[in-house]
């Protein structure tokens, strides 16, 4: 069965600083991962998908299936990074998702 | 080209009632997903509908239903309705079943006393 880990429910750091938010994944298949974000009173938003390799906002993320993670990246974090941070699965490429717990990150002044 | 809007936004309803939730999707778009949220947690896939028929489902009972219309708007049902049912829905509507992004709305908080 499908399934994703994000380890931290919290992540402080400040301004400037790198981060990265982990996510882990099971799945026996072909998987596409996705970084969903949202910001505070809005909706959930795409932030990146790993098919597309781009980088959105300063942000990165590589499938690494060797260790079955896809973990989010920024060298220099700022506050308006502030936000809700999901990890999803989907599989057969169907837009079905299956969501980690997700992590708030703060990006501290 | 309007987004995803659902409704209503909050409701609270007795233990053992049936509720119905409504989605209208994007403009275009003839897939749409339920979601549930419980607190502190991240959205759990409920079912999929594309061009009016389910197209897959997660771990939920059969109490749980839903119904897409030709218009590709939808509605989920949730029948004899428990305190764990308390939650946010939100639903997603996108192009094709695999194509595209989706684009979530922004939920219904539903409460169950």
């Known amino acids: 069965a499908q399934r994703v880990t994000q380890p931290e429910k919290l992540l402080s750091v400040f301004k400037g600083a790198p981060v990265e938010l982990k996510c882990n994944y099971s799945?026996?298949?072909?998987?596409?991962l996705f970084w969903y974000v949202q910001y505070s009173r809005q909706r959930l938003q795409l932030l990146l998908r790993?098919?597309s390799r781009e980088s959105i906002k300063g942000f990165t993320a590589d499938l690494n299936k060797g260790e079955t993670s896809f973990h989010l990246k920024k060298p220099f974090a700022q506050e308006e990074d502030s936000a809700m941070y999901y990890c999803a699965l989907s599989v057969n490429n169907f837009n079905k998702f299956y969501f980690g717990s997700g992590t708030k990150l703060n990006v501290k002044p | 080209e309007t987004g995803v809007t659902q409704s209503p936004t909050h409701l609270i309803k007795t233990r053992g009632q049936q509720v119905t939730l409504r989605c209208s999707s994007q403009?275009?778009?003839?897939?749409v997903s339920w979601y549930q949220q419980a607190l502190g947690q991240g959205p759990q896939f409920i079912f999929q509908?594309?061009?009016?028929?389910?197209?897959g489902r997660g771990n939920f009972p059969p109490r749980f239903s839903g119904l897409q219309f030709p218009n590709y708007s939808s509605e989920l049902n949730v029948n004899a309705l428990e305190l764990d049912d308390s939650a946010l829905y939100l639903c997603?509507?996108?192009?094709?079943?695999?194509?595209?992004?989706?684009?979530f709305g922004q939920g219904t908080r539903l409460t169950v006393v």
């Open positions: 997603a509507s996108s192009l094709g079943r695999g194509q595209g992004e989706a684009f």
């Open positions: 403009s275009g778009h003839n897939t």
């Open positions: 509908y594309y061009r009016e028929e389910e197209n």
């Open positions: 799945y026996s298949g072909s998987p596409e």
């Open positions: 790993h098919i």
